[in-house]
């Protein structure tokens, strides 16, 4: 039954479970979604972490070196919580019903937790470790240098069409990951902000990773564990806590260095045998 407005007289009618179903897929939030927006609570909360319990004590002369470790334990702990997220979505988007603004999500999740996060972390370490003006505004530097790289290669990934199973650069969750733990381990200066710019440039390379699915997804996950792990012992102040942060953060880094190594070599041993089968048929159809 139609209801006719008096003074309107336009045509109102109760809703019904048909007119929700009509409902543009645009507005609904799935599973997968629901996730993502865990990547990005997450990334936010690791700037909280970083600027109340590690910049705002050094501004203010009130740092203590145990809640300093504390606070960016936690920190990476988050931005690590948020690559698990960013792994799972996937992995559940794949399964189940994706919505139509998952991938647009997905991408602003990963600015905030892969991007924001790991260069705010960059800007803190070159206030609070770095020691003169100079170095602070380099800190600066390259940590935009950081947030442009993850801003380039999202919309990039976003318009570019690759074969299933690879990644063009360095996924922004694992470089994220690497630049902090280039920062954990507390080299000198200059190393460091080398290091830095070293990820940034790989993660708007032309390397190709392989995506993590199956086995690779697991290994990843059960590195993320140990690395949550690795970092609490360290906030705890347990024995042996700080050969692990060292141990973990220097397998992270050899990670991220020698994975574009293997892919250029693969890449390269590919190009190679497809010349190979080249030459051969051109030589076999040369034959009488």
Not at 59 to 75: K, N
Not at 187 to 209: D, N, Q
């Amino acid at each position: 039954m139609t209801v006719i407005d008096p003074e309107t007289q336009a045509g109102w009618a109760p809703e019904t479970e048909e007119d929700g179903d009509d409902m543009p897929l645009s507005t609904r939030l799935s599973i997968a979604d629901t996730l993502t927006l865990g990547n990005a609570i997450c990334g936010f909360m690791a700037v909280y972490f970083t600027t109340t319990g590690v910049l705002i004590p050094h501004l203010t002369g009130t740092e203590d070196g145990g809640m300093a470790r504390h606070s960016a334990a936690v920190a990476v702990i988050l931005m690590l919580m948020a690559s698990v997220f960013d792994l799972f979505d996937g992995l559940v988007a794949r399964k189940l019903r994706a919505s139509a603004m998952g991938a647009e999500l997905d991408n602003l999740s990963d600015l905030i937790s892969f991007g924001l996060a790991p260069a705010y972390f960059v800007v803190t370490w070159g206030m609070v470790a770095s020691g003169t003006d100079a170095n602070q505004r380099v800190s600066v530097v390259a940590a935009v240098v950081v947030l442009l790289a993850v801003i380039l290669r999202l919309a990039r990934f976003s318009c570019v069409t690759l074969r299933d199973g690879i990644f063009q650069g360095m996924p922004s969750p694992f470089g994220a990951l690497t630049v902090v733990a280039i920062v954990l381990l507390e080299l000198p200066f200059l190393p460091t902000l080398l290091a830095i710019i070293g990820v940034a440039w790989l993660m708007v390379s032309r390397v190709e990773y392989p995506k993590p699915r199956g086995r690779l997804a697991v290994a990843m996950l059960s590195w993320i564990v140990l690395s949550m792990g690795m970092l609490a012992a360290w906030a705890l102040d347990a024995p042996g806590g700080q050969l692990l942060l060292w141990t973990g953060c220097s397998l992270q880094v050899v990670m991220g260095a020698m994975i574009p190594l293997f892919a250029t070599a693969r890449r390269v041993n590919t190009f190679r045998d497809n010349r190979r089968e080249s030459r051969a048929e051109e030589r076999a159809a040369q034959l009488p």
